[in-house]
């Protein structure tokens, strides 16, 4: 059965009832959509901007963070949605130009920067009924977003939002709330009842390998440096002995110094204790490639701390690690040693045997690094049958070339048309962009973010049963990311159910429905960990 709806093309969009019920619960208040990656979140906002446009008239804007996924959102309303002319505004469209466009169109889809620009140049939201923020867990500290629905409060239009993780605590969620105008939020998952239907069952396998003799050496001789600076930082108190020294913990310390300094604090403590949180980054993140990635990947990072500490513009940090001994032994263990990481033979396996049971597989492969997708490119494309691509950001590092927004949406393009059959992702095929459903998904490593981990897996399971594969080497940060990422998903759906109740109970007493003052607090914190990716 089709969605019969005057303003929506007939036997264009399938009529589900989940949809149909997140739709009617936007159009009641303003609410936060979290539906998972590939459930169609997108199809609900095309049923409230119909239903907007067909009762209020006014104008429709939506809001997504990136020019491929505001191309994406136009080009699908454009296909599905009658009697409507769908314009795009991004930076690439002059200011005089866009504000004709604005004043000539009635459905703008566009980037949030743009707005808040043009915001600061006197466009009014006044005649705006419905405002959609995808990626919605962007809604926090400085982003465009937040600026943009501070415009549109004063405005008795809708505001909707959605995203598959707003975040983790409750604090984080309730300043996505708070910062959008929100005071609804309708979450669902696969396993409800009337999700399910439209879910196919999707296979998830933990395949644990061993860290190689020779790359523990390396990972025992960097250690007891990396432990010297976390001692030192723990004597200077500048961070607690009494939560583990993540990377994570280790950039918030550095947040709290760098905030001291800007506040007079004492320079020569401050300005070690950042030293010291720097070279501990450093070491820190040379282990954990060792642990997890091999050795190619810790000997082209130790390479490059090498080269940056005999640059004139190295930093202190760089030099007093590429200086001591425990460098110089690892360099010494590294040199001659082609060891290739056991998860990358049992990933070509994998792979091989994928494409050798069903030709037509599509297949994404995410690492977290860089150096890493580079490497599993060169191995998987060879193998027989395997036409592999990669999709990273557009920043070049060093020899090796960013993709720019076009060239990312051409690459799964590619895929979708068979053109290709193995994308090898870093986090940027994670958010957003239209993927092709894939027959397997790959975690070369896991990863210690409940969003992350939850739209990886939504690459596959959606027209099909889908099987999603982790690697995971035993004793490692690996580990604790697997079990970080499980644990803050379940932690996100606890809080999300808790928060929606309370705010069904104020509403049915008359009362603002949002916990204000407990969101305040975060309205103005960073982009965590949830969306840094």
């Not at 997504?64 to 469209?93: C, W, Y």
Request: charged residues 30%; positive net charge; hydrophobic residues 40%.
């Amino acid at each position: 059965m089709f969605v019969n709806h005057p303003l929506i093309k007939p036997n264009s969009v399938r009529e589900r009832s989940y949809q149909r019920e997140l739709a009617d619960a936007c159009l009641r208040s303003s609410t936060l959509v979290v539906l998972p990656t590939g459930l169609g979140k997108t199809v609900i906002a095309l049923l409230v901007i119909a239903d907007v446009l067909r009762d209020n008239g006014g104008k429709v804007l939506f809001l997504a963070p990136t020019k491929p996924l505001v191309e994406q959102h136009a080009s699908f309303l454009r296909a599905n949605l009658m009697s409507r002319d769908v314009i795009m505004m991004t930076g690439e469209v002059e200011p005089a130009g866009r504000r004709a466009l604005w004043d000539e169109n009635d459905v703008i889809v566009s980037t949030p920067q743009v707005i808040a620009n043009d915001l600061r140049n006197g466009l009014d939201l006044g005649n705006v009924r419905l405002i959609i923020f995808d990626e919605a867990h962007r809604g926090v500290g400085d982003y465009a977003y937040v600026k943009v629905a501070e415009a549109y409060k004063a405005s008795k239009g809708r505001t909707m939002a959605i995203t598959a993780s707003p975040g983790v605590t409750k604090k984080k969620i309730l300043a996505v709330c708070e910062n959008l105008g929100l005071d609804n939020i309708e979450a669902r998952s696969e396993e409800d009842d009337n999700v399910s239907d439209y879910v196919f069952d999707i296979g998830l396998e933990r395949v644990e390998v061993e860290v190689p003799e020779r790359l523990k050496e390396v990972i025992g001789t960097l250690r007891p440096l990396h432990e010297s600076y976390i001692k030192q930082l723990v004597k200077m108190r500048a961070m607690s002995s009494k939560r583990p020294p993540t990377t994570m913990y280790l950039l918030e310390v550095s947040r709290s110094l760098q905030a001291r300094l800007r506040s007079g604090g004492n320079k020569g403590y401050l300005f070690r204790a950042l030293s010291l949180q720097a070279m501990a980054i450093k070491v820190g993140h040379a282990i954990e490639l060792a642990e997890t990635q091999g050795t190619d990947a810790v000997r082209a990072y130790l390479g490059s701390v090498k080269r940056e500490a005999g640059s004139s513009k190295g930093s202190k940090a760089s030099r007093a690690v590429a200086t001591s001994d425990e460098f110089a032994k690892a360099w010494e263990l590294l040199e001659g040693m082609e060891d290739e990481h056991p998860k990358m033979p049992l990933l070509a396996d994998l792979i091989s045997r994928q494409i050798a049971s069903k030709p037509s597989s599509r297949i994404m492969v995410f690492t977290n690094y860089r150096g890493s997708c580079e490497t599993v490119v060169g191995r998987l494309s060879e193998l027989d049958g395997a036409k592999v691509h990669k999709l990273v950001g557009q920043t070049d590092k060093g020899g090796d070339k960013g993709l720019r927004q076009k060239e990312q949406v051409e690459v799964l393009s590619r895929l979708r048309g068979g053109e290709i059959n193995v994308v090898v992702a870093t986090c940027v095929g994670e958010e957003g962009l239209d993927v092709a459903d894939t027959d397997l998904v790959v975690f070369y490593e896991p990863v210690p973010s409940a969003i992350r981990s939850i739209q990886r897996r939504g690459r596959t399971g959606r027209t099909a049963p889908g099987r999603v594969v982790i690697f995971i080497t035993k004793g490692t940060r690996d580990e604790m990311s697997m079990s970080t990422s499980t644990a803050k998903e379940g932690t996100m759906k606890r809080n999300l159910a808790r928060i929606k109740k309370q705010m069904d109970a104020r509403r049915a007493m008359g009362e603002v429905p949002i916990e204000r003052a407990l969101a305040r607090c975060a309205a103005n914190s960073p982009i965590d960990e949830e969306v840094d990716c």
